[in-house]
């Protein structure tokens, strides 16, 4: 028996985030299934290194320096992906974490973490629908986090990225619902503490239970498996014990 072709191969996939931690394990995992990677980040020179990486290993990528932020830069990320293929992939990574006690947060601190790790998915989210729909197909990840699920540990100064990473998964269970009779689906993955810069910046005490590249291959299986009947889901990532 042949082994099943993956969905991935020869696809156009949209990684935001890519330049580091999650997203460029992600992309780097995306590509090695053998999708055209479109990676995304503000670190244009990171981005770089994740396009080198993935280009050494005989995969394609193009970088795309976004912020995620502005819908702008969101719109030529996707016009450069549909110009190489139908972006019918998208895994939202792009972050921001500031630990901040909730009296001391300002408006302009609390709007940039709702601006890049929300409105930010928003944007890439609502970019990609129109070309999913029109392909007839699209499989989008969110990345949301532990901090978002109702009933888990939370910890002090993490309000803003709290409220943001609960705003990503009912925004993902509302792109599941439009896009069902479009064969779009879309489910968030909230992982735990996971080892990156990101985490040891906000938090340096919190001991990290998964690493990048285990939280990659959990998306890369979601991306490659036809889960209809699981859009909307959010899947909690807990620990790598």
Not at 171 to 185: N, Y
Not at 187 to 205: E, H, K, Q
Request: charged share 15%; with cysteine; aromatic share 4%.
């Amino acid at each position: 028996m042949s082994e099943r072709a993956h969905w991935l191969a020869g696809r156009v996939a949209v990684v935001t985030g890519a330049s580091r931690g999650i997203g460029r394990a992600t992309a780097l995992a995306i590509a090695n299934e053998g999708a055209h990677t479109i990676v995304a980040a503000r670190d244009a020179a990171a981005l770089d290194a994740t396009v080198g990486a993935i280009r050494d290993a005989g995969g394609g990528a193009t970088g795309v320096p976004t912020d995620v932020s502005n819908a702008a830069d969101v719109d030529q990320l996707f016009r450069i992906a549909s110009g190489i293929g139908p972006p019918v992939a998208l895994v939202c990574a792009a972050a921001t974490l500031e630990r901040e006690l909730f009296d001391e947060i300002s408006l302009a601190s609390w709007e940039h973490t709702i601006s890049v790790n929300l409105t930010g998915v928003f944007n890439c989210c609502r970019a990609a629908f129109t070309p999913m729909r029109n392909a007839g197909e699209g499989r989008i990840v969110n990345i949301a986090s532990l901090s978002g699920v109702y009933a888990t540990e939370k910890f002090a100064g993490l309000a803003a990225y709290n409220a943001s990473k609960y705003g990503v998964i009912g925004l993902t269970e509302g792109i599941a619902v439009e896009g069902k009779p479009f064969g779009i689906t879309a489910i968030s993955v909230s992982p735990g503490a996971v080892d990156t810069d990101m985490l040891r910046r906000a938090n340096p005490a919190l001991r990290a239970t998964l690493v990048p590249h285990q939280v990659a291959a959990m998306i890369v299986a979601l991306l490659d498996s036809p889960l209809s009947v699981a859009s909307g889901a959010n899947i909690p990532l807990f620990s790598n014990a």
